[in-house]
């Protein structure tokens, strides 16, 4: 009777360890599972929130500066730039967007003024930035972000585009 | 006895009662997991759907919007009145046995021009609207 009572005791407490034990795997992986997904939203949010700055950034400095020899295309060791040149008050000034350092860069100054990479105001973080003329008025924008995620994007310039050769 | 018999019972009840509401937690929980991952593949499907509609767009504003539509997107194809472009599950331009998204680009002449721009995606042979953009440009 005894060694009965004693069996159905041990029993009862291995099926309620086993239990906890369970509930304690699964608890975990549910754990486990939610902060990947969590993880991945906050990537492809970031990714999102890089590429979509840089885009717009650029397409509406495009338009913006859409005036007669207002956009120009360079680059500078290499790398690409686009030159938005603005006149006001008899002076002539220049916004250089680039990339340096990762970073999609801004810099407006004077045109007689010497142009340097690292002077430039940072926008957004950037893998790769690459710019070319499809047409006389047509740019194609590439860009990578931190997370690889790639965008491309055409702006028309109904003004024109100058420099820069064709694709 | 039948004391300890009905101490068991009641256990055994306690213990299913708990393993149902961790179930239901469980449930609740990976629901929510889930939405919040096809949220998100949707929200990437949207943003993509936008730059490539409004990318279209700004192509067909030249003056030879066909031939820009054409000099751009090189794999694309002549559909009638439209020109589809296709990219793949990552979203680089593709040919179509390979596309997962279609742009349906279309240029409608009349006393203005409109200009339209749909992205679909494809599951099979169905495909659904993510996005559409319309526009118009005036005739010179």
């Known amino acids: ?167 | 006895m039948n004391k300890q018999k009905s101490r068991s019972s009641i256990m055994l009840m306690e213990i299913i009662v708990t393993v149902c509401l961790f179930m239901i937690c469980g449930a609740i929980c990976i629901q929510f997991f889930v939405n919040a991952y096809l949220a998100d593949k949707k929200t990437e499907d949207l943003n993509s759907a936008v730059l490539w509609a409004s990318s279209s767009i700004e192509i067909m504003k030249s003056e030879d919007a066909k031939g820009a539509l054409e000099k751009c997107y090189a794999l694309g194809e002549n559909a009638g009145k439209a020109y589809l472009v296709y990219f793949d599950e990552d979203r680089n331009e593709c040919k179509k046995a390979a596309a997962k998204y279609v742009v349906e680009d279309t240029i409608d002449e009349g006393k203005m021009i409109t200009l339209t721009s749909k992205v679909y995606k494809l599951d099979g042979k169905d495909k659904k609207l993510i996005y559409e953009l319309t526009t118009q440009k005036a005739v010179y």
């Not at chain 1, 929130?49 to 680059?75: H, I, M, N, P, Q």
């Not at chain 1, 008899?90 to 250089?96: A, L, Q, R």
């Not at chain 1, 957004?124 to 931190?146: C, T």
């Open chain 1, 1 to 167: 009777m005894n060694f009965t009572k004693r069996r159905g005791a041990v029993v009862d407490f291995i099926f309620v360890l086993a239990l906890l034990g369970a509930f304690a795997v699964s608890a975990l992986f549910v754990v486990i599972f939610g902060a990947k997904v969590f993880g991945n939203t906050t990537k492809e949010m970031d990714s999102n929130f890089a590429r979509r700055t840089a885009c717009f950034y650029v397409e509406e400095k495009l338009r913006a500066f859409d005036t007669a020899d207002g956009v120009e295309l360079s680059d500078y060791d290499g790398a690409p730039i686009i030159k938005l040149i603005q006149k006001a008050n008899d002076s002539e000034y220049v916004t250089y967007l680039y990339m340096e350092e990762y970073s999609l860069m801004e810099y407006t100054v004077p045109a007689d003024i010497e142009f340097k990479l690292r002077d430039g105001r940072k926008i957004v973080g950037l893998e790769e930035f690459e710019v070319s003329k499809v047409s006389d008025n047509i740019l194609h924008v590439h860009l990578v972000d931190e997370e690889g995620g790639v965008s491309d994007f055409y702006k028309y310039v109904q003004c024109g585009i100058e420099g820069g050769a064709d694709e």
